[in-house]
């Protein structure tokens, strides 16, 4: 990675400069410039190590710019200098960037892939059957693949598991509720998640009101988990229409998921609770069986416990998730685990984190846990998306939208154009890969811990960092060379104009992008790389020509590896290309 050739760089120069320091004693910070005046990249240790080396950081600064320049006989730098308080600038030569681009170019993927391979579980998407899937699911299912997919990029072993909610009390109610007053639905299985939802309403309602269907109901969630046939059956049926309608949405987005809902976890609950009371940690708290753990406190200031099992025997979503955690590390042996659900549910995974921690399962120094919190969709008026109605939004209703709009916008684009290309057919292939790619990047595109507003009219434009303007994009470096006739023959990359130069040092940077991601999880930092190099490539496209120039074969080639990096990072945000727009 370029930044930590950087860093080894910075560090030799202040070892030479500074005798007494120890390789394994202190760290380097470089991070990238912000500004082009600045250099490449920056150095800020000088700073930092004033106390260290008892000496002014500007001394200090002037010592390693002496030594990087003594160290760089290579001309890997063709500038180092010293600004402000002790920062240390440090500009790449035009050669070492176009060597940079060249190596990059001759493998066969961009960022090579690991040698210490992990095998990470991703918990995503994660619906309640019996219930449709919403836009917070949408915001899980979206992040959590391209997480996903940015791991498996880089040759890890990926997971992808759907913890479907597909187990519990509420299952009683409306089981006991279709065999009273829709046992047709059972008969002729043709029923849509739809009329499950409604079904499940008039349950909930007469649970609420009537004694006698509450009584039924709770026999029925005995009935289901002492798994009766004829129970067990009406229980497959709803959970086999909800996974119907998910993967309706599922194959629209192209999202593979391996279904793995909570009642998959059933054998294993009492086992864990047996575990953890073995090991001394249970503690009665109003019948319940609880975890109480540091440093978690309610607003009173008062323990705030891990409830495992309540008063009545039944247990819950954090038993169900105490034992998935156990199974996902100590039976399947995650080196990795990632949850992507609501910032809602913070609380609830920093506590299972923890009492996983307190029972042996998880060792944070061999395992990472990582919960990603994501903000909420909002509507138009600021609140919690929902359609006119006020109820929520179906979400194939909107993806069915997006393609629609996006059909629109494509034909009003094309009648504008005076040379079109492209047939209805083609209109409408395209339509369906932007109208999706639209909705996906409009939720990656934002820092996912805040709550963003969907617009459709805004994730459709082709200006500004969308979806349509990446794709555009993309299209763009192949409209060249489809229009540079004869056979193409790409020449060694050697770049010399200063938008060629940014755009080459840009291509460089993708794998330090994707490290970055991999520690903080956040794929809006691809986002606004691929808006960049986008915007990159259109300055070196503006100011060098490629067809016909002397320099043409070789700007090809920058062209060929721009194409391929876009390509590969929309890939890893799990967006499709097309070649013709
Ligand atoms: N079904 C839950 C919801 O709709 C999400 C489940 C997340 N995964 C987990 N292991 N708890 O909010």
Not at 69 to 94: Q, V, W
Not at 255 to 271: C, H, M, N, T, W
Not at 564 to 573: F, Q
Request: glycine fraction near 6%; charge should be negative.
């Amino acid at each position: 990675m370029l930044i930590q050739q950087i860093e080894n760089k910075c560090k030799d120069a202040f070892i030479d400069a500074f005798e007494t320091l120890d390789r394994s004693e202190f760290s380097i910070e470089v991070t990238r410039s912000t500004k082009a005046n600045f250099g490449h990249y920056q150095c800020n240790s000088a700073m930092k190590l004033t106390k260290l080396l008892n000496m002014p950081p500007r001394d200090i600064a002037s010592k390693v710019v002496a030594n990087l320049e003594k160290n760089n006989k290579d001309g890997f730098l063709e500038k180092c200098e010293i600004a402000g308080p002790g920062f240390i600038n440090l500009t790449l030569s035009n050669e070492a960037i176009s060597n940079l681009c060249q190596n990059i170019a001759n493998e066969p993927q961009t960022v090579a892939k690991t040698n210490k391979v992990q095998k990470i579980t991703i918990d995503l998407s994660s619906p309640n059957t019996a219930k449709e899937m919403h836009v917070g699911h949408l915001r899980s299912t979206i992040i959590g693949d391209s997480l996903a997919r940015l791991f498996e990029y880089l040759g890890h072993y990926v997971l992808r598991l759907n913890h479907i909610g597909d187990w519990g009390t509420s299952f009683g109610m409306l089981i006991a509720y279709i065999k009273a007053f829709a046992p047709q639905i059972v008969s002729d299985k043709k029923a849509t998640l739809t009329q499950l939802v409604n079904l499940y309403k008039e349950a909930k309602k007469r649970f609420d009101e009537n004694e006698d269907f509450k009584k039924e109901s709770q026999l029925m969630v005995v009935s289901l988990q002492s798994h009766d046939k004829e129970t067990l059956a009406i229980w497959e049926m709803i959970c086999e229409i909800s996974r119907k309608a998910y993967q309706e949405i599922y194959d629209l987005l192209d999202i593979k998921l391996v279904e793995r809902g909570e009642s998959f976890y059933q054998p294993y609950l009492a086992d864990t609770i047996k575990d953890l009371e073995n090991k001394g940690l249970i503690k009665i708290s109003d019948g319940a069986k609880c975890l109480f753990l540091d440093g978690f406190v309610n607003r009173e200031g008062e323990p705030l416990p891990f409830m495992l099992q309540k008063s009545d025997g039944a247990y819950n979503y954090s038993t169900t998730d105490m034992a998935s955690i156990r199974h996902r590390i100590v039976d399947e042996k995650s080196d990795r685990l990632i949850y992507v659900t609501d910032a809602g549910q913070a609380t609830h995974f920093a506590m299972l984190f923890k009492a996983a921690e307190v029972a042996g399962y998880l060792d944070p120094s061999k395992v990472r846990a990582d919960h990603v919190p994501f903000g909420l969709v909002l509507g138009p008026d600021g609140k919690k998306f929902k359609t006119r109605s006020g109820e929520t939004e179906r979400l194939i209703d909107l993806l069915d939208s997006a393609i629609q709009k996006a059909n629109e916008i494509l034909i009003a684009r094309t009648k504008d154009k005076e040379s079109n290309t492209l047939s209805e057919q083609d209109i409408k292939e395209i339509a369906h890969v932007l109208g999706i790619n639209a909705v996906k990047y409009a939720d990656l595109v934002c820092n996912r811990t805040h709550d963003y507003v969907f617009s459709y009219d805004k994730m459709l434009r082709f200006e500004g960092n969308t979806a349509a303007f990446l794709m555009y994009s993309y299209v763009r470096i192949h409209g060249i060379k489809r229009k540079i006739q004869g056979e193409i023959k790409l020449a060694n990359i050697d770049l010399a104009h200063e938008s060629e130069v940014a755009l080459g040092l840009h291509l460089c940077q993708f794998a330090e992008i994707l490290a970055s991601i991999c520690d903080d999880l956040m794929p809006n930092r691809l986002c606004e790389y691929l808006f960049e190099l986008a915007e990159k490539f259109n300055a070196f496209f503006r100011d060098c020509r490629v067809e016909g120039a002397p320099e043409q074969n070789q700007r090809l080639a920058l062209c060929e590896l721009t194409a391929r990096v876009l390509k590969e990072g929309l890939t890893i945000l799990g967006l499709n290309t097309v070649t013709k727009m």
